[in-house]
């Protein structure tokens, strides 16, 4: 039992990350419609920043983090303004291609600043909290909590702040939200710097947690389309149950099966949950 | 209040609208009617600016809003209630009047939510549920409320009786007839010629992108030519 508890706190924090960087893709697709494929290696941009500040120019963590984010939030604009605005009335196979062709420039760029080597962003958060023979390491902990604090404030942005419901309201019906008088030349800035800051989050946490190498950020955003999918598309509380559903399956398999299956695992639930409901676990029909 | 001079609106090389001109008075509702595809929801939609005009100027209050991008017309004070409802299925009906109220700053959008929960109680039942899960008639309650909550100067409905039970037509046709005895400005396009005529001040009858004839609501009932092919009498 003790050994199941332990395993589901290890999948909820993964799954955090997961749900980051699913909250992201799930708010560019459903304001634009668009596979945003370079945010994995967007978010793994974040980490490295965050690595780079730290080791480099000696930042505390926390100060370090916090520049990348206002970095995160100024390159959502610049993906936004010169990636996928010029494609935005073209047919969208367009975009997914643009989407492609950005992975690979982010994918370069990171292995030109940052070298091919692993890294793992250093912090001094080693110790190991024991709650009934529940072992779980101080790190893991900030990660879930974190991770917890950006879902409630998102959640809260997108429902109390008049931006947010124009957010909402774009995603749902684009003509009415111009009816509305909603500028929808400035609402995908606002969404791409949102999604680009919590995927830079997604990346610090994977970097500290695990590392950051090149192909991992192309691995994280087919876990993220994995989870929105599973979640039900467009969908905030989907991205949530989604990518905690896919950490915790994740962490048991590794568990109790086997760490080099867990992924074939978690894709084979993720298939038998969408073989019964095809919408997704929050999806509506 | 609203000048609409040689209107040109084309999608793509094809042209469909040739040169239109038309006003509208202040505290007047003028009706614009014809067949399906003579052009009337396409001039409604350039003036929203969802569409670009190719030619021509329109003009509200003296100022050119032609071709602006549709929020600045929002602020500029029209707002249209679209053809076919709109509304935000999975939002609440609450939520749906306060994007009505987008363009807003002031303190008294919580006074006005309350007046359209009045004129329509039935919105105060529904207020928490998701606007999708409304009946027909009840979401075109909820786009007309949605689009007052802007308090424009110019109210536009767009085919609001479209695919509405009879009973429900003959509401909305008495909600039209409430706003306009408020002292609202409206524009109101209808393929249920009798109806909007009956409503309209003045009206203008569109065919194939041009305006063939134009006069007051009386005027254009009683003409042969209108009566026989949209009134079917």
Redesign the interface.
């Given at each position: 039992m003790i050994e199941i508890i332990q395993q589901i706190i290890n999948g909820v924090a993964i799954g955090g990350v997961y749900v980051l960087i699913a909250l992201g893709l799930t708010t560019v697709f459903g304001i634009l419609g668009i596979a945003h494929f370079a945010h994995g290696s967007v978010s793994m941009f974040g980490g490295y920043l965050t690595f780079f500040f730290v080791t480099a120019w000696g930042l505390p963590l926390i100060a370090a983090i916090m520049v990348s984010l206002v970095v995160g939030l100024m390159l959502g604009v610049l993906i936004e303004l010169l990636a996928y605005r010029p494609v935005r009335d073209a047919n969208h196979i367009n975009a997914f291609i643009v989407a492609l062709g950005l992975t690979m420039m982010v994918e370069g760029l990171n292995l030109e600043f940052f070298g091919h080597e692993q890294v793992v962003i250093p912090t001094d958060l080693d110790r190991v909290f024991n709650i009934g023979g529940v072992t779980i390491p101080e790190l893991r902990l900030y990660v879930i909590l974190a991770a917890a604090m950006l879902i409630v404030a998102m959640t809260l942005f997108v429902e109390k702040t008049k931006t947010g419901q124009a957010i909402r309201a774009v995603a749902e019906n684009r003509d009415a939200a111009i009816l509305m008088g909603v500028n929808v030349n400035t609402i995908p800035l606002v969404v791409f710097s949102i999604s680009t800051a919590l995927g830079v989050c997604a990346g610090v946490m994977v970097g500290s947690l695990f590392a950051i190498a090149p192909g991992i950020g192309e691995g994280l955003v087919v876990k993220g389309f994995a989870v929105l999918i599973l979640g039900g598309l467009g969908s905030i509380p989907g991205a949530v149950v989604g990518g905690l559903v896919l950490g915790i399956t994740e962490a048991l398999a590794a568990g109790f099966i086997s760490s080099a299956y867990k992924d074939v695992i978690a894709f084979v639930v993720m298939i038998g949950v969408l073989l019964f409901r095809p919408q997704g676990l929050m999806g509506k029909a | 209040m609203l000048n609409i001079t040689d209107l040109h609106v084309s999608y793509g090389s094809i042209e469909i609208i040739h040169g239109i001109s038309l006003e509208v008075r202040q505290g007047e509702c003028v009706a614009l009617i014809g067949a399906n595809g003579a052009g009337k929801s396409s001039t409604l939609k350039a003036i929203?600016?969802?569409v670009p005009a190719a030619m021509g100027t329109i003009m509200l209050e003296g100022r050119d809003i032609t071709n602006q991008?549709?929020?600045s017309i929002?602020?500029a004070g029209i707002?249209?209630c679209?053809e076919g409802r709109?509304?935000?299925?999975?939002?609440t009906t609450l939520?749906n009047l306060?994007?009505?109220a987008?363009?807003r700053r002031d303190a008294e959008q919580a006074s006005d939510i309350e007046e359209m929960m009045d004129m329509f109680p039935i919105l105060r039942d529904r207020a928490s549920q998701a606007a999708g899960t409304l009946s027909g008639g009840e979401q075109e309650m909820l786009a007309i409320a949605?689009?007052l909550m802007?308090r424009p100067k110019l109210c536009i409905f767009d085919e609001p009786s479209l695919g509405l039970a009879p009973k429900i037509v003959a509401e909305v046709g008495e909600t039209i007839k409430r706003i306009k005895e408020m002292g609202k400005t409206i524009l109101l396009v209808e393929q249920n010629s009798a109806m909007a005529l009956r409503l309209a001040d003045r009206a203008y009858l569109f065919e194939a992108g041009e305006i063939v004839l134009s006069g007051t609501g009386e005027e254009l009932q009683s003409h042969p030519s209108v009566a026989k092919a949209y009134l079917g009498h």
């Open positions: - | 929203c600016g969802l991008s549709g929020h929002v602020k707002t249209m679209p709109q509304v935000f299925p999975q939002m939520q306060k994007m009505g987008y363009t949605r689009a802007a």
